[in-house]
């Protein structure tokens, strides 16, 4: 059987966040439990495949998966490809999948260029619906609309087991109508949860996510199972016990937490 593993669920710069003296950052600093790393899921499926190249990547895997497919280029969903270059693993020709455009970035800038010309990586292109098939599953991309720094363009990831499906979506910049659609379309959804409300920080317009509270509203009679990763450090639902957390499960829905396995 194929199966999801959730490897991390936190905001690009994870909990505790570099800086940050708030309650839930100083729990994690307090307890490692609370400790949270940067959003990535691994699929195993005759093979070991990894979404999202995190800083935490280290954490997360303790071998070379056999294959990675990339969301964006953001901190979080990136960087983590470093360590599979020279002066970490020296991994040998590890399939990369990624939009065009986020290829070339990788291609065209160091540090990043040095993993292609020293063979640690093999990039592969893909984009809107082109479907990867696996051993029992395929893995199929889709543009979502996100806030980018570099012209890359961003994918959620439906992923098609024998039995159910699982959609990717850990990084949107509202749930739009297609959106919405995707996640209604699936068994399981791991959906961008990176505020509970708006009023978490002062400059909420200028890195624009979902707030969980609309998405709760607007996926209220879905028939999928909704779990929120991504969270940034300020989230209430970070607190097993807040008022937040038992509003959320109350209303059917739950936090995805690191090592919850799915199968499809």
Do not use: K
């Amino acid at each position: 059987m194929s199966t999801v593993e959730i490897l991390g669920t936190a905001q690009d710069a994870g909990v505790p966040h570099l800086g940050c003296r708030c309650g839930n950052c100083e729990a994690a600093r307090e307890a490692p439990g609370r400790t949270r790393y940067a959003s990535a899921i691994r699929l195993e499926d005759g093979g070991r495949y990894l979404f999202d190249a995190t800083p935490d990547v280290r954490f997360q895997l303790a071998d070379v998966p056999d294959g990675a497919f990339l969301t964006h280029a953001h901190l979080g969903h990136l960087t983590g490809l470093l360590y599979f270059g020279r002066e970490s693993v020296d991994a040998d020709e590890l399939p990369v999948y990624a939009t065009p455009g986020l290829g070339d970035v990788i291609r065209e800038n160091e540090p990043l260029y040095s993993l292609v010309e020293d063979g640690n990586v093999d990039l592969r292109s893909i984009d809107e619906d082109s479907a990867v098939p696996l051993t029992e599953t395929s893995v199929t991309p889709f543009r979502v609309d996100h806030r980018e720094t570099l012209p890359t363009g961003t994918l959620a990831y439906r992923i098609d087991g024998p039995n159910r499906s699982l959609l990717y979506v850990s990084d949107v910049d509202s749930l739009t109508e297609r959106a919405e659609s995707l996640i209604r379309d699936v068994d399981v959804a791991l959906v961008d949860g990176t505020f509970w409300s708006r009023d978490e920080i002062d400059r909420v317009d200028d890195v624009p996510h979902p707030t969980v509270r609309s998405s709760m509203d607007a996926l209220a009679d879905a028939d999928t199972e909704v779990l929120f990763t991504h969270l940034n450090h300020t989230n209430p639902l970070l607190d097993p016990g807040s008022d937040a957390r038992e509003r959320l499960e109350s209303a059917g829905f739950r936090v995805a937490d690191r090592g919850d396995s799915i199968d499809l």
